[in-house]
């Protein structure tokens, strides 16, 4: 039996837990860096402290999503709130594979889309983007009455864009396609597409509560459609999916105009980081060594040349940046997703790349030079 002393006494393994662990620089879920104010959380607390928790959640709902379609700049009647925006993405798959529509997906994009069809069998055709990562709008899917095609802009993890005027275009030359465009990026872009929904009933939009606010923890997200459509996705709603917390956050704090103000500006700050960013790669570094694709998301992709991308991924590593490896989607081979973080975390991934191809830069030099002497020796 283990003695009291022993039980209270700390172990090695115990000790070595609580030396500091190192900072970890978080940049592979696009998420924000900064948290809410604490200030804000107690109110969110205070409120909870209230509430019964032996009750489902009070009936709040439609206040909300009038608040929400207030800052979608649309009608109540045209927006539905959900646990996160991937969990409206699965409900809708699950929903049209079981109406057997064609299902049309952009490939490629957010991995849920495939790794949720592959979890529920449900079978979709990829539209693939060209190789320059753009979409393909020369090469069309065939879409009809029963076709759905889901739409990623701006695109994850690659950042590429459909303009208003090709969606629009698309939306009149399918309109009995319905056209579902996650939009979750939408803050971080130049384009509202809100506008086509009030002429086009083929067209859903969903967005997200967890890219421009630092409440990805929180799980909110919604879609907008016309009215009739919305009729329909809220009947898939199961009730009270969504919890007294998420309901909490979303009365309390997610339309202060402060939090607000502030969630905005720290918008405007991530697409000042991430045109910084990009422009330093595209200055620093040979197309050949590292590429940057433009982006309108709150991340960036790069393609390293492929002898330089584990060795990047290890300083990375070693530097506790955590990144997206982008590899495994079809097209992106050799590819990593930045989420773009505050300056120092910009600054400090900028390092990495530096110092991997600096040493590469010396080591193909020096190689070079042995050759040349060996060869004016010879
Ligand atoms: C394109 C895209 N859609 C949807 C989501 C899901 O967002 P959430 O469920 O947090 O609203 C993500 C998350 O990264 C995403 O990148």
Not at 41 to 60: F, G, I, Q, S
Not at 71 to 79: E, G, M, P
Not at 174 to 191: G, H, K
Request: aromatic fraction near 8%.
């Amino acid at each position: 039996m283990k003695s009291t002393t022993s039980i209270l006494a700390p172990n090695q393994s115990s000790l070595s837990n609580t030396q500091e662990s190192p900072k970890r620089i978080l940049l592979d879920k696009n998420e924000l860096s900064e948290d809410v104010n604490s200030w804000l959380k107690l109110k969110v607390l205070d409120k909870l402290m209230d509430a019964e928790w032996n009750r489902y959640p009070e009936n709040t709902l439609q206040a909300i999503e009038s608040k929400v379609a207030e800052y979608a700049k649309l009608q109540a009647s045209q927006v539905a709130l959900g646990p996160g925006s991937a969990s409206i993405i699965a409900n809708l798959l699950n929903y049209f594979a079981i109406q057997q529509k064609h299902i049309v997906i952009v490939q490629p994009t957010y991995a849920l889309f495939e790794v949720h069809c592959r979890n529920y069998q449900i079978p979709f055709t990829p539209w693939m983007l060209k190789n320059e990562l753009e979409f393909d709008f020369e090469q069309t899917p065939q879409l009809d009455r029963n076709s759905v095609l889901f739409l990623t802009s701006p695109n994850n993890p690659v950042g590429n864009t459909i303009d208003l005027e090709t969606l629009e275009n698309l939306l009149q030359r399918f309109p009995e396609t319905l056209i579902v465009l996650d939009n979750v990026y939408y803050e971080f872009s130049d384009t509202d597409f809100s506008p086509l929904l009030n002429q086009y009933s083929n067209l859903l939009i969903i967005r997200s509560f967890s890219k421009a606010f630092p409440v990805a923890s929180v799980r909110l997200g919604y879609i907008c459609g016309s009215e009739n459509n919305l009729g329909w996705i809220k009947n898939l709603r199961l009730n009270y999916s969504l919890n007294s917390f998420s309901l909490a956050v979303a009365s309390e704090i997610l339309f202060d105009p402060t939090f607000q103000k502030e969630s905005l500006c720290r918008v405007s700050d991530i697409i000042r980081q991430r045109e910084l960013l990009t422009a330093r790669i595209m200055a620093y570094f040979e197309t050949n060594e590292i590429e940057v694709f433009r982006s309108q998301g709150n991340f960036i992709l790069i393609k390293v040349n492929s002898e330089l991308h584990q060795e990047i991924q290890n300083k990375l590593h070693k530097c506790h940046i955590l990144v997206l490896d982008a590899s495994k989607f079809p097209k992106l081979n050799d590819c990593i997703r930045i989420s773009i973080g505050n300056s120092e975390e910009c600054d400090a991934v900028m390092n990495v790349l530096l110092s991997v191809t600096d040493l590469k830069r010396k080591n193909t030099q020096a190689q070079n030079s042995s050759l040349l002497c060996a060869s004016s020796l010879n």
